[in-house]
């Protein structure tokens, strides 16, 4: 077992069985989940086409670059948990996936950032122009599809879930730079521009099953904590100097000033020295040579990435209780390992 | 009489009677409807607030920036034809504002225009980041007005205009800079990117008084012949040099190597030595001082921009007979002149 596998089996009451084979559990939902991921898969191809060239070709630059495609694979499990036969989840995964799609290709227009999932972004290669009208398209794709499926509870859950992403990522810009920002404040911005979206997705399974409004909650919240969970994560990866030796991009959020769980919790204890570096770094954006460095030694000085890890770990158990009261099976103890493993997935 | 509204009077079968008191039929269509108008501002204002301070300020800045509100005035009459008293049109005409908001925010991040409606462009002002974002909010709170309305036709129809919107977007930046672009390749362009929203908007009046398929399929021809005439006539504006007399900002898409009626007309008589100066500043985007008063030069040689005006009269007539099946009424007569009006419109 390795020692993320012994950790997460030390830290959590949750055991997780079946991380020695090597495959994470988001590895063995797709597996389980196979038949239904290509139907996925083809909705996805056949839906992103147009006549209009450049735009399979960029979506299909971002969408086969690698991407896990969590988002779509929990609509499915959120079926399936409830229902092995019923195709209606195919086309809402798909539309599900395009939201997400057109976020990426909106948000690396506005971060300009240099990497995404290893790959140049998409603004880089094809032009910010193409990125946003890309995603425009990508969005509209996304509501054809449910209008197809017809279901205006998924339509308001998922209009809803694309209102609060935007409104989430102007909160985070209009934050950056705000070295006093809180982890309320924080919690405020990932929950919109990240769990938002894990929630809806969750969400319609149960919907387009029409459970009962318990079980619905009950994915509902596992789908938002997996997100808070997913995300903080996220975040302090983006400080682990271990990823950096491996030859991934390490201080993206450093460089765009953007404040996160690892800088905000070293500033809590922060002496007026450190205080100081935070503002001059990532307030005014005055960076030198070795900054990051020095940012990543403060951090490791507070403990901070785990302390940051601690907190996702928190949002990861409370999505393991959420699934507590479904029926068990095998698939609702993957996606309970999944929760657990997104703290200690390590790209 | 105006010049204008004499020509009108004289090329059109259609007599343009109300002229002679100063108000456009756009100014008029907005009196008729002054209280449903009141009704959809309040919706607008309303529905673009969110906790988010700089969403409302910049969604304000562009949709108080004295826009004519053309699209939503035509749901409205589209939905007055048939009913005077439902009030469905009030959240749809404001979604239909909405996307239109959207579209221009993004445009105007493409573009890299300088000028809209007079006012800097709001991603000069805001930022391109927050300008992208803002229009993901207005183009999601769009799709949570048309469901709160919960016509899975009007989704349908507003779904679709949407992602034909940016497909022509897309395809209008594929042809940029492409001096054998054919007046055929023109329309598409503009039928995705302008005439399908004025079709949808139009559409939407008839769905929602269920109306039978034959006025539903006369306010859709309507809308598009009628978003047809707009778009070529802003393109002809756009190389007006009266209008560059009363200090507004001219030749804009010539700066941006933007095909349109004008140039691609002019090509079609070219002399090699005209085509090699369009292919110069227009595909090589080689461009120096004096190039824009030739260019002006050569249009007029051409008479490029009367011929532009044309055909997008021949669009207006053809929106003028789509409404002759409808029942007569003042609304009917003035949205025939609204029609004709477009193509002679100064701003």
């Known amino acids: 077992m390795s020692d993320r596998a012994s950790q997460v089996q030390e830290k959590n009451d949750f055991e997780v069985t079946t991380l020695s084979n090597g495959e994470s559990p988001a590895q063995r939902l797709s597996a389980l989940?196979?038949?239904d991921m290509a139907q996925v898969d083809s909705e996805i191809i056949a839906r992103m086409q147009s006549d209009v060239p450049l735009i399979p070709k960029l979506a299909g630059y971002l969408i086969s670059a690698g991407g896990k495609r969590i988002r779509p694979l929990l609509t499915l499990a959120a079926t399936?948990?409830?229902?092995?036969?019923?195709?209606?989840?195919?086309?809402?995964?798909?539309?599900?996936?395009?939201?997400?799609?057109?976020?990426?290709?909106?948000?690396?227009?506005?971060?300009g950032s240099e990497?995404?999932?290893?790959?140049?972004?998409?603004?880089?290669?094809?032009?910010?122009?193409?990125?946003?009208?890309?995603?425009?398209?990508l969005f509209s794709r996304a509501f054809q599809q449910m209008v197809g499926d017809g279901s205006l509870d998924v339509l308001r859950i998922l209009s809803t879930a694309s209102a609060v992403i935007a409104e989430g990522e102007v909160l985070q810009l209009s934050a950056q730079g705000n070295i006093d920002l809180t982890m309320d404040a924080y919690f405020k911005v990932i929950a919109a521009k990240?769990?938002?979206?894990?929630?809806?997705?969750?969400?319609i399974g149960p919907v387009?099953?029409?459970?009962?409004?318990?079980?619905?909650?009950?994915?509902?919240?596992?789908g938002y904590h997996l997100g808070m969970a997913f995300q903080i994560a996220d975040d302090v990866l983006d400080y682990n100097a271990d990823r950096a030796k491996l030859g991934k991009a390490i201080g993206d959020d450093f460089r765009e000033g953007k404040l996160t769980a690892p800088v905000i919790l070293a500033l809590q204890n922060a002496s007026s020295e450190e205080k100081a570096f935070w503002k001059k770094t990532m307030q005014?954006?005055?960076?030198e040579e070795g900054d990051l460095a020095r940012a990543l030694d403060i951090l490791n000085a507070h403990d901070s990435?785990?302390?940051?890890?601690?907190i996702a770990k928190d949002f990861a158990n409370k999505a393991v209780q959420d699934l507590e009261t479904c029926p068990d099976s095998a698939l609702k103890t993957l996606m309970q390992e999944l929760a657990l493993y997104t703290v200690y997935r390590d790209a």
Do not use: M, W
Not at 81 to 97: C, G, K, N
Not at 284 to 287: A, E, F, M, Y
Not at 305 to 310: D, E, K, V
């Open 305 to 310: 990435l785990n302390s940051g890890l601690a």
């Open 33 to 35: 989940l196979s038949a």
């Open 115 to 137: 990497e995404r999932r290893g790959k140049a972004p998409a603004n880089l290669v094809f032009g910010n122009q193409a990125s946003v009208l890309v995603g425009d398209f």
């Open 194 to 203: 990240t769990a938002a979206l894990f929630e809806a997705a969750c969400e």
């Open 80 to 111: 399936r948990l409830f229902d092995s036969e019923t195709q209606r989840p195919y086309p809402l995964a798909a539309a599900v996936e395009f939201i997400h799609t057109a976020t990426l290709l909106h948000d690396d227009v506005v971060d």
């Open 208 to 222: 387009i099953t029409e459970q009962k409004a318990s079980e619905i909650d009950a994915l509902r919240r596992y």
């Open 284 to 287: 005014s954006l005055k960076q």
